[in-house]
Each structure stands twice: as structure tokens, then as C-alpha cells.
């Protein structure tokens, strides 16, 4: 019943989400595809989380429905993939990003399309950002990405990175990291010691 039920809520919120995916070029007229993935960002509860999957399924790179993404949270491109049963928790900002199945994501991460999005000319003026260059950053599956952590590089498969961590380098697959810059300190699945 509960499957029944679920597959109906997906069936309607991707009818629902159906004109604006369309309006955005199914994600290729990048202002529109913002602008719907902000108002949608902005839809409470249940409900809203199953419009936010619904509206990426039809505008990303790849999206599975049976991920969830919290209150706030929004991809600011569509050259995106969301895997299977990912948790990406609140107030959560995401540029080009391939998120692994099964990768859990707390509230208030940014995961930047890489670490060289503002340009500058000779004399050290900015470009903006349209001179910028975009990268897309990989994160692998079974990750945990701690709360208010920056994301700039690409994180292996099972690795956690702590709470407010800024990732600026590739962090390898089954590794704690935690700082800014983000360091390795253990592999992951290490027993915890007593302090």
C-alpha cells in the first residue's frame, strides 16, 4: 500500500512540475530552470520534497524518485546527477555535482562546481562569472557530508567529511576528512577511540 501510495504522490507532482520543466527547456534555458528550482526550494513539507524530485527528474542530467531533497535546498545548474536513495538535507546550495547512490548530505552544504568559477584578467579585476571555468564534482556513493561543509572537489566512494569542512582537494574513497582545508585524519570504519 505504502509503495502505491508513494507511486502516486511521484505520479502527480510529476504531472504537476510537468509545465515549468517544459518552460525551462527540460533544464537547457538555464534562467528558467533557476528560477522554477527556486520556488520550488521554497515548497514546505512532504509535498515539497516530492516536487523538488519531481522537477529535477525532468530537468537534470539524472535524478532518481526515490531520493529526497529537504526544504531550501536547490541545484544551481542543471548539469547535475542525483543517485539512488540520496538524503540532501536543508538549505543545501549545489552547482555541477554527481552525487552516488545512497550518499547522505546534511543541512546547509554547498557543493560548488569547482574552485575556479570567478576569473580574473591581468590586472586582477574580476570577470565575472559567465569567464569563469565550471567543473563538475564528483561525490561518490555512501558518503556523508557533515553539516555547513564546503564542497569544491571530488569525494571517493564511502568517505565521510565532517561538520563545516571546506574540500578543496579530491578527498580518496573510505576516508574520514574533516578541517578547512579538509584532511584526511583516518580511514572511515576505523573504531572510535576514547578521549
Known amino acids: 500500500m505504502k509503495r502505491l ?3 502516486g504522490l511521484h505520479g502527480l507532482c510529476l504531472a504537476a512540475v510537468l509545465v515549468p520543466a517544459l518552460l ?5 534555458a538555464e534562467p528558467v530552470f533557476v528560477l522554477f528550482a527556486h520556488v520550488f526550494a521554497l515548497a514546505p513539507g512532504i509535498v515539497g520534497d516530492y516536487l523538488r524530485i519531481a522537477y529535477y527528474k525532468l530537468t537534470l542530467e539524472g535524478c532518481a ?3 529526497r531533497i529537504q526544504f531550501g535546498s536547490f541545484f544551481a545548474h542543471a548539469q547535475a546527477r542525483v543517485g539512488s536513495g540520496v538524503y540532501i538535507g536543508a538549505g543545501c546550495i549545489l552547482g555541477r555535482t554527481d552525487i552516488g547512490d545512497r550518499t547522505q ?3 546547509g552544504v554547498q557543493i560548488l562546481s569547482g574552485r575556479r568559477q570567478h ?3 591581468g590586472a586582477g579585476r574580476m570577470l565575472g562569472s559567465d569567464r569563469g571555468e565550471f567543473q563538475s564534482v564528483t561525490i561518490g556513493p555512501d ?3 557533515g553539516a555547513a561543509a564546503i564542497v569544491m572537489a571530488g569525494i ?3 568517505s565521510t567529511v565532517g561538520a563545516g569542512s571546506v574540500v578543496v582537494d579530491p578527498i580518496p574513497a573510505r576516508s574520514v576528512a574533516v578541517g578547512n582545508p579538509a584532511r584526511v585524519v583516518k580511514p572511515a570504519g576505523e573504531p572510535r577511540t576514547a578521549p
Not at 525551462?24 to 537547457?28: E, I, L, P, Y
Open 5 to 7: 501510495v508513494k507511486g
Open 24 to 28: 525551462s527547456g527540460f533544464g537547457r
Open 65 to 67: 524518485l526515490d531520493s
Open 105 to 107: 548530505i546534511a543541512s
Open 119 to 121: 576569473a580574473r584578467d
Open 143 to 145: 558518503c556523508w557530508i
Open 156 to 158: 571517493g566512494a564511502g
